[in-house]
């Protein structure tokens, strides 16, 4: 597929005056979660659930780390997920479940988010 990086947004979700640009997502289809520097998510007061998760780093390697719910948003679509606090070292990347949720897909050849399209229904 090739990769690229976007720019995104990311809020607080119950203040959205609180928010800074993220200039630079790595766009990855292969995790299911977006990551954000952790000091960029507490200066925006979003704070650490009570739930941490393990996850594989593309290494091998396992780290554990926190998560918490921001709203992000890329161009004109946005939308309210779980965002990992990743640490230094750590990519910071787009991932599939805002992708979802933004209603974005990657156009591998164009190397760009291009809109979905409707939504499926019952």
């Known amino acids: 597929m090739g990769t690229f990086h976007v720019g995104a947004r990311i809020e607080n979700i119950v203040d959205r005056t609180k928010g800074v640009p993220l200039p630079k997502l790595l766009v990855d289809t292969g995790s299911e979660y977006t990551w954000a520097p952790s000091t960029t998510l507490e200066k925006l ?5 009570k739930k941490d998760l393990e996850f594989i780093m593309a290494n091998g390697q396992r780290v554990t780390r926190s998560v918490g719910f ?3 948003r890329v161009d004109k679509n946005f939308t309210v997920d779980e965002v990992v606090f990743a640490e230094k070292g750590d990519l910071l990347l787009l991932g599939a479940r805002t992708l979802e949720g933004l209603s974005l897909t990657v156009d591998s050849r164009r190397k760009k988010l291009v809109a979905a399209g409707p939504l499926p229904a019952a």
């Open 70 to 72: 921001a709203v992000i």
């Open 45 to 49: 007061g979003v704070a650490r659930e």
